[in-house]
């Protein structure tokens, strides 16, 4: 089934998501539903809040689907590491149609534990690593608008009003 995707300025969007200590029938239909609306939107990755939901789950495939095995689930994802910078331009499902550059770790290691229940660990860099860090803001009620520079974010945030009362912005 496919989820509404949440998006800015919705307030939900800045609420902080809690762990989950166990996995769920619950929560791994949502899963299913997240990877099915990831795909669809088309997007990179996609964070339980963006679809209401304060889980500390994300999916994400850099690959948009063109590679079989490039799906991951994480569960409760803990930066743990990370190094370099890089600048990049980012968007985002929840802020459609709006990009910007933000300066992301180049390397991170990352914990997390599997749909199956298994906790591992993930050394990533480039385009995932930058994927797993925005989704993790996610997580921690931060947009990826919110790290731009104050100009950039400012006239993102004017622009996105005038749309919403011209009622072009979903």
Same mark, same amino acid.
């Given at each position: 089934m496919l989820l509404p995707i949440l998006h800015y300025p919705d307030e939900q969007?800045?609420?902080t998501s809690v762990p989950l200590t166990a996995i769920t029938e619950?929560?791994?239909?949502?899963?299913?539903?997240?990877?099915?609306?990831?795909?669809?939107?088309?997007g990179v990755g996609l964070a339980a809040p963006q679809v209401g939901v304060h889980k500390r789950i994300v999916v994400l495939d850099t690959t948009v689907g063109k590679e079989p095995n490039a799906?991951?689930?994480?569960?409760?994802?803990?930066? =743990?590491?990370? !190094? &370099?910078?890089q600048t990049e331009e980012e968007g985002c499902l929840s802020v459609p149609g709006y990009n910007g550059?933000?300066?992301?770790?180049?390397t991170i290691k990352v914990s997390y534990m599997t749909r199956e229940g298994e906790q591992t660990t =993930?050394?990533? !860099? &480039?385009?995932?690593?930058?994927?797993i860090q925005h989704e993790v803001d996610h997580l921690d009620g931060i947009l990826f608008v919110d790290r731009l520079s104050p100009?950039?974010?400012?006239?993102?945030k004017r622009k996105i009003k005038k749309a919403?009362?011209?009622?072009?912005?979903?």
């Open positions: 969007l800045r609420k619950e929560d791994r239909e949502l899963i299913e539903n997240m990877i099915a609306t990831m795909y669809d939107a088309p799906l991951v689930v994480m569960i409760n994802p803990e930066i =743990l590491s990370s !190094e &370099g910078m550059n933000v300066a992301r770790a180049q =993930l050394n990533a !860099e &480039g385009l995932m690593a930058r994927a100009l950039k974010r400012d006239m993102i919403i009362r011209q009622g072009a912005y979903k």
